[in-house]
């Protein structure tokens, strides 16, 4: 089979390797689709602490089943699927609590081992054991379906930062995962969104979403246009979506009392500190949470989002 090796810092090679064989409990994935996520990026520009080269990329995986394990039970072949790409271990203390995306021994497809950039994929018996791979309802294509990992991390994000009926919320950053957790939000039951780019072209592209305003900083002041739109209160909800110290430092100012701002983008790794008046977290009584990934109940809910065709995800 053909597939796309990371070999070192900025070196990609298409190569031909052996198709791969399934475990016992595991599958063979035809690969039909595999988004590129900020992840990979990061990983072929920097390289990535967990990743051992060289390594096949890419987590954001849908396909068919291609060879069905030795007691593999439930799959045929010929069956489209899309990949929940983070396999939980099921039983440290974090995924006992319900905490998937904090398990001690998480193994993500196209990280710690080979992933979706390759024509077929391995994916070993704990992600079949655990849930991992859905089938994608007819109707629904391929290209959508790779989308239930970055989805599902907007769903833990919406869910950790609890967002309800009647929020406001504001999006900094407009890039793919930006526009996904607008869309989430609406579907959480945000009553305004506020989308903040700099970037002129791409906050126009990012028209397609659901967001009710569109701002850049290149244009205007935001902390001041978010209080503006929130008669003064501040938005309920801020979801940082991009690496920018300066973008979560902003976030705290424009956050309402009570409200919870979102440490959505992780910040390069050679500058992650930011200053900021932490005053305004004691007096606005405000809630500061990161959040990163999502677990295979969120990428479930991920894709009956996209199949359910009610939010505008296909047009992503
Ligand atoms: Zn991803
Ligand atoms: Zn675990």
Redesign the pocket.
Known sequence: MKAAFLTGIQSIELREAPRPEPSMGGLIVKVKAC?I????VKMYKYGYSAAKLPLIPG??LAGTIAQVGENTRGYQEGDRVAVA?NIPCGVCFYCQRGAQTCCEKLQTIGIHRDGGFAQYVAIPAQAVKQGCVMPVPEGISFEEAALI??VS?AINAAELSRIKVGDVVVVIGAGPVGCLNVEVSRAFGAQKIILVQRSLSRLKEAEFTAADVYVSPLKEDIVERVTQETEGRGADVVIVACGSGQAQEEALKMVARRGNVNLFGGLPKDSPFIKFNSNLIHYKEAFVIGTHGGSTRQCKVALDMIASGKSKLRNM
Do not use: R, Y
């Open positions: 988004a996520c900020g992840t990979d987590h954001e790409p990992d970055p991390c």
